[in-house]
């Protein structure tokens, strides 16, 4: 079984979910943004950010997991968070992005787009 399949626990949930808001309030992402990097419609994005939310699928999980990773990189590659949070939203000559913003080709392709973008800082770290 695939773990973007496998629902995550509540604890799980409750903690991703702590670490995305941080970071969508770092990035300054406005809410149809954190709908797009989810996969969310509005109705499950309600559902998830409320209150005390049901535990998220895998793929959200993962798509969390993304985000983290990505910020994580950020945070190596950046002086200030700042800085981090400026460039995620700073067009990049580079591939993959070739024009766009990281934070805009990871909503513009929904599929690839954040595990491309944080394939791309994990390099960028290593390098």
């Not at 535990?55 to 994580?72: D, E, K, T």
């Not at 000559?93 to 766009?100: I, S």
Request: glycine share 8%; net charge neutral; proline share 7%.
């Amino acid at each position: 079984m695939d773990s973007r399949d496998t629902p995550a626990t509540k604890d799980r949930t409750r903690v991703a979910l702590k670490g995305f808001r941080y970071i969508m309030a770092q990035w300054g992402c406005n809410e149809a943004e954190q709908k797009q990097l989810l996969g969310l419609d509005q109705a499950g994005f309600d559902r998830l950010m409320g209150g005390e939310p049901d535990p998220m699928s895998g793929q959200q999980l993962q798509r969390i997991s993304y985000v983290m990773g990505i910020a994580r990189a950020l945070d190596i590659l950046y002086p200030t968070e700042d800085r981090a949070a400026e460039r995620i939203r700073k067009p990049s000559p580079e591939a993959p992005f070739l024009g766009l913003s990281p934070l805009a080709f990871a909503l513009a392709d929904p599929e690839n787009g954040l595990a491309l973008t944080r394939r791309y800082f994990d390099w960028k770290v290593q390098v």
